[in-house]
Structures are given as structure tokens and as C-alpha cells.
């Protein structure tokens, strides 16, 4: 059993930037893909981001490819999104997710477990 708690996030100016955490209780946090998804207001979730156990694989999507960075820190059972350079098109809740490996699990949408969400507010 994973339980994913996210922070950060909230209300940002266009061309900002914002940092999430995601910290994961459990001991077998090193063994599972993290990544993140969002779901914008009348759209589907879609996939962000997501990083190997290692850390040594990362996906993005290509609206944010560039622009956005995950990582992970093993030690401390935290994975992270770096976001910047941010648009008025990235407003959504953001999830962090959660899944068994390979990454690309994630990429395709296979999680196990998932965060609560946290809002994202870009103005432009």
C-alpha cells in the first residue's frame, strides 16, 4: 500500500513558475514509477510526467516537454514536479501518481495509487 500526499501548487502569473512534492509513505516507495497527470475543467485527466525508481527514465508530455522537470529522491520518498515557464493552459488539478514499473506504465495511464489533487491557477 502506497498513500501519495502532494504540496505546492496554487496561483501564479503567466511565465511563472511552481514546484510540487509528492511524498509517499510506504518502505517500497523506490520500487514504483511516479508521475503526474492533470485534468483541466470539462477535459479528460491527461498524462504530465513520469520517472523511472531509478530516476535514470523520465516521459513528458508535449505540451509541457521543456518546460517542466520530475525527479526523485529516494531517501527522502519524494518525487517532485518543476514546472516553469507556465501558461494559462496548464490551469488543472494536478495528481501525482503512482505505479508499478516500467515508467511507461504511467505514460499510458496504468497507476495503482494516486494523490489527492492540487490546483493549479495560471493567470494570464
Known amino acids: 500500500q502506497v498513500q501519495l500526499v502532494e504540496s505546492g501548487g496554487g496561483l501564479v502569473q503567466a511565465g511563472g513558475s511552481l514546484r510540487f512534492s509528492c511524498a509517499a509513505s510506504g518502505r517500497t516507495f523506490s520500487s514504483y514509477a511516479m508521475g503526474w497527470f492533470r485534468q483541466a475543467p470539462g477535459k479528460e485527466r491527461e498524462f504530465v510526467a513520469a520517472?523511472?525508481?531509478?530516476?535514470?527514465?523520465?516521459y513528458y508530455s508535449d505540451s509541457v516537454k521543456g518546460r517542466f522537470t520530475i525527479s526523485r529522491d529516494n531517501a527522502k520518498n519524494t518525487a517532485y514536479l518543476q514546472m516553469n515557464s507556465l501558461k494559462p493552459e496548464d490551469t488543472a488539478v494536478y495528481y501525482c501518481?503512482?505505479?508499478?514499473?516500467?515508467?511507461?506504465?504511467?505514460?499510458?495511464?496504468?497507476?495503482?495509487?494516486w494523490g489527492q489533487g492540487t490546483q493549479v491557477t495560471v493567470s494570464s
Open positions: 520517472i523511472s525508481w531509478s530516476g535514470a527514465t523520465t
Open positions: 501518481a503512482a505505479g508499478l514499473s516500467p515508467a511507461s506504465r504511467l505514460r499510458n495511464g496504468v497507476a495503482g495509487y
